[in-house]
């Protein structure tokens, strides 16, 4: 059972368009963390939230948690090529020790 | 520092084989974690460890045995590969429960 669903599974989109990826959940999680992974490497964390309703930006990527700390999005601004990635968004529920991660959502950016 | 070590890279194992797959951290972090990730399933959590001597199962734990007796080490053991276990493997450590959790570069692991 995945715990947490993202959408879209597959995003190709132009040099300067705007995207918003969905993570969604039925469970409640103390913290939420966004990661970018590149091919052949690990992911590399984007950003983490822990309060409900919590809006934080980074450059041009703006991350939401939900009110209920069920779910969170990603949008990106004016994407660039450099944005090309996998994005993963994983939570912890309870003590937090493990994270359970989404499949991803797949990001192909074209100049 | 070099961060979170993993090796190998690569291993191609036959079925019923046997390893180790290497993991060491030194940001000194208790919790250290591995997964895999396979095509379209994301990462999944194997194993995980909150400190030296302390251990407990994530979601696809069979097959895979761990163990902690330092804080720096968290090896990975395959006791009978099989082809199912075929994928990239991530170790993974962290300071604490909401800090940034740091992965290895992944072992991609082929079972024939």
Known sequence: ?111 | NAGVTQTPKFQVLKTGQSMTLQCAQDMNHEYMSWYRQDPGMGLRLIHYSVGAGITDQGEVPNGYNVSRSTTEDFPLRLLSAAPSQTSVYFCASRRGRDYEQYFGPGTRLTVT
């Open chain 1, 1 to 111: 059972t995945q715990l947490l669903e993202q959408s879209p599974q597959f995003l190709s989109i132009q040099e300067g368009e705007n995207l918003t990826v969905y993570c969604n959940s039925s469970s409640v999680f103390s913290s939420l963390q966004w990661y970018r992974q590149e091919p052949g490497e690990g992911p590399v964390l984007l950003v983490t939230v822990v309060t409900g309703g919590e809006v934080k930006k980074l450059k041009r990527l703006t991350f939401q948690f939900g009110d209920a700390r069920k779910d969170s999005s990603l949008h990106i601004t004016a994407a660039q090529p450099g944005d090309t990635g996998l994005y993963l968004c994983a939570g912890a529920r309870g003590s937090g020790y493990a994270l359970n991660f989404g499949k991803g959502t797949s990001l192909l950016v074209t100049p």
